[in-house]
């Protein structure tokens, strides 16, 4: 099984500023790399597929990075709205599917 | 805009089946190509996959889950649906509808639009 490793698991961050989390796979998956939006009681919220393509109507102050086993979310300038659990995904190996990181909360400072 | 909504019942005893439903509006679930899938969150933990199918009935089941996972689709109601048997406390989550887009090799599958969850509690 490919293991999706996000970090940090929880980081403390102010409206504007700029946010980076990581996500490692166990092995290549190529650029077959999702990242997800949640906020709680709400449905989660396709971010960036394939890695770095934005999804429609997403803002551009989110971007994706990376292939292979590293890969980056960035918000450009935290809005008082990103403040939520992200979530990387691979489908490399799973077909139809995917597995997902263990998450990363973004909280106000 | 599609939306999809998941209903069923909210609380489930040990051993028994957990039966959930998927109503799909604003779209087709037999559009071509899209696939439709579940996904479950447990209390504090992440996301799990749990299966996914093609509006012909090709089902595709996350391996730690395929002996107790059954995912079928109602054409005629525009709705899927889950069963999940044998549930333990374990089973107890949040458990989501999704759909995934057409395959294309160049991004692999991921889930595009998803319902607001329901949450199943397992307890006698």
């Known amino acids: 099984d490919i293991q999706m490793t996000q970090s940090p698991s929880s980081l403390s961050a102010s409206v504007g500023d700029r946010v980076t989390i990581t996500c490692r796979a166990s092995q290549s998956i190529s650029n077959y790399l999702s990242w997800y939006q949640h906020k709680p009681g709400k449905a989660p919220k396709l971010l960036i597929y394939?890695?770095?393509t934005l999804q429609d109507g997403v803002p551009s102050r989110f971007s994706g990075s990376g292939s292979g086993t590293t890969f980056t979310l960035t918000i450009s300038s935290l809005q008082p709205e990103d403040f939520a659990t992200y979530y990387c995904?691979?489908?490399?190996?799973?077909?139809?599917?995917?597995?997902f990181g263990q998450g990363t909360k973004v909280e106000i400072k | 805009q599609l939306h999809l909504q998941e209903s069923g019942p909210g609380l489930v005893k040990p051993s028994e089946t957990l039966s959930l439903t998927c109503t799909v509006s604003?779209?087709?679930?037999?559009?071509?190509?899209?696939?439709w899938g579940w996904v479950r969150q447990s209390p504090g933990k992440g996301l799990e996959w749990i299966g996914t199918?093609?509006?012909?009935?090709?089902?595709y089941y996350n391996p730690s889950l395929k002996s107790r996972v059954t995912i079928f689709v109602d054409t005629s109601k525009n709705q899927f649906s889950l069963w999940l048997n044998s549930v333990t406390a374990a089973d107890t989550a949040v458990y989501y509808c999704a759909r995934l887009p057409p395959y294309d090799y160049r991004t692999g599958y991921y889930f595009d639009y998803w319902g607001q969850g329901t949450l199943v509690t397992v307890s006698s």
């Open positions: 394939a890695a770095s």
């Open positions: 604003g779209g087709s679930i037999s559009s071509s190509a899209y696939y």
């Open positions: 199918m093609y509006y012909s009935e090709t089902t």
């Open positions: 995904q691979q489908s490399y190996n799973t077909p139809r599917g995917g597995t």
